[in-house]
């Protein structure tokens, strides 16, 4: 449980953690609220050289409203994603979801960017980020770079960032007016993480017919992902409780469903439809 032995640089703006990244050749690792990375210290699971220690840049800490969408910071804690007004007003699932993440202290110390970063199969936030149409924005070596959450997060703690870059922010649509949104998650009795989160963003029009629909999975396989099966089942029907239920049967169709010890991959197929069509329930009556 302790960790082998590394320097500790803090930096002060994002082109000077570039610099620090590049001079340590390989070596060095971003630290932001350090929830995910120093238990994987402690463990020895990774070994840097160097932590370069980017918490206090400020440019990394905005909340903003870009046209229709919304730029948060990568060092945004949960606990203020979770209280920002702007968050709050435009994309409510958001603050739903990040307050549902760990515990208070976890809340604190924990960012948005990391979470993103870390990639963690289990974490929350990516449903939320897929119902969102996230953006990933990157600065490097070679300037600035946006990616979307389908290239980013490629499996279990592996992403598309580049080599020496910085994640700086992530931008979010924002939804029709007309919609209504949920994260419903069923947490593993140990840990706190999700054995699935679902989330939904979805509406109807005048008639009643389902004209919005964007269902998200995360927790029950390597990556989350968009249930787009479900999407092209609501679009264009009338809203009832059928509908919901016979679309809910294709939430495990999209995803590559996981099998472990403490969930057997039927039990987590199982748990798509339900959790599913609960939270579209929630949304759309
Ligand atoms: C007890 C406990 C319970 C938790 N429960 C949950 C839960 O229920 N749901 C959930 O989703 N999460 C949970 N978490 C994780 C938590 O939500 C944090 O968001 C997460 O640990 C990552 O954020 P961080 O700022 O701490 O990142 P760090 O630990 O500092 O970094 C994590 C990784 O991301 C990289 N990184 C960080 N910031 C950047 C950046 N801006 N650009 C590029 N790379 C970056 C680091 O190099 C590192 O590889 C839990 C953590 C703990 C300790």
Redesign the pocket.
């Known amino acids: 449980m302790i960790p082998s032995k590394f320097d500790y640089v803090r930096v002060n703006s994002i082109d000077e953690a570039i610099q620090q990244l590049q001079q340590l050749n390989g070596e060095g690792?971003?630290?932001?609220?350090?929830?995910?990375?120093?238990?994987?210290l402690k463990f020895r699971l990774?070994e840097p050289g160097a932590l370069i220690d980017?918490s206090r840049i400020a440019e990394?800490k905005e909340v903003r409203k870009e046209g229709n969408r919304i730029v948060v910071g990568?060092?945004n804690?949960?606990f203020q994603v979770a209280n920002n007004q702007i968050v709050k007003e435009h994309i409510p699932v958001l603050a739903e979801t990040v307050r549902?993440?760990?515990?208070i202290?976890?809340?604190n110390?924990?960012?948005?960017?990391?979470?993103i970063?870390?990639a963690?199969p289990?974490?929350?936030?990516p449903a939320a980020a897929h119902v969102l149409d996230a953006k990933i924005m990157i600065q490097g070596e070679d300037g600035a770079e946006t990616m979307d959450m389908e290239s980013f997060v490629i499996g279990p703690l592996i992403t598309m960032?580049p080599e020496n870059?910085?994640?700086?922010a992530i931008s979010f649509t924002i939804p029709p007016s007309h919609t209504k949104s949920a994260y419903l998650k069923f947490?593993h009795p140990a840990?706190?993480?999700?054995v699935i989160g679902v989330a939904v963003v979805a509406g109807v029009d005048e008639n009643n017919m389902i004209d919005y629909a964007k269902v998200a999975i995360t927790g029950v396989g390597d990556v989350a992902y968009r249930a787009t099966a479900v999407e092209e089942k609501l679009l264009g029907q009338e809203l009832s409780e059928t509908v919901i239920k016979e679309a809910s049967q294709y939430a495990a169709e999209d995803g590559e469903i996981a099998n472990d010890l403490f969930s057997s991959e039927e039990y987590r197929r199982n748990l798509c439809k339900v959790y599913t069509e609960r939270a579209l329930k929630a949304v759309l009556f």
């Open positions: 690792k971003l630290i932001a609220g350090g929830h995910s990375l120093v238990p994987l990774t980017i990394l990568a060092l804690t949960h549902q993440i760990g515990d202290q976890v809340r110390r924990g960012t948005i960017g990391g979470n970063a870390h963690d289990a974490a929350d936030l960032l870059s910085v994640l700086t947490s840990s706190g993480y999700p």
